[in-house]
């Protein structure tokens, strides 16, 4: 069955740095554009970064940019958000997504993000 499986997340102080990792199963991995998504208390949930499964092009949210970037390694099935410069406006759920041709979604279960001192 499919399976996206998010870890890396905890608690860090702002200036720190968080790697999640999202590991896939079931489905054709290579073939899937890979999407982080973060989800804040009361708030909507907010595509943070993508990244495409032919040419590997990226993009983020503006708030991220400079401080995220977005990997995938296609013969781990993984894909990869490095975090830098955390801000306590970062704290949420991260969500690891993948979207595939036919509009096919798959979410992982989510993973927490803490930025506090």
């Known amino acids: 069955q499919v399976q996206l499986v998010e870890s890396g997340g905890g608690l860090v102080q702002p200036g720190g740095s968080l790697r999640l990792s999202c590991a896939a199963s079931?489905?054709?991995?290579?073939?899937?554009?890979m999407n982080w998504y973060r989800q804040a208390p009361g708030k909507e949930r907010e595509l943070v970064a993508a990244i495409t499964w032919f040419t590997g092009s990226t993009r983020y949210a503006d708030s991220v940019k400079g401080r995220f970037t977005i990997s995938r390694d296609d013969a781990k099935n993984t894909v990869y958000l490095q975090m830098n410069s955390l801000k306590p406006e970062d704290t949420a759920v991260y969500y690891c997504?993948?979207?595939?041709?036919?509009?096919?979604?798959?979410w992982g279960q989510g993973t927490q993000v803490t930025v506090s001192s």
């Open positions: 079931g489905f054709a991995f290579s073939r899937y554009d």
């Open positions: 997504n993948a979207y595939g041709s036919g509009h096919i979604n798959h």
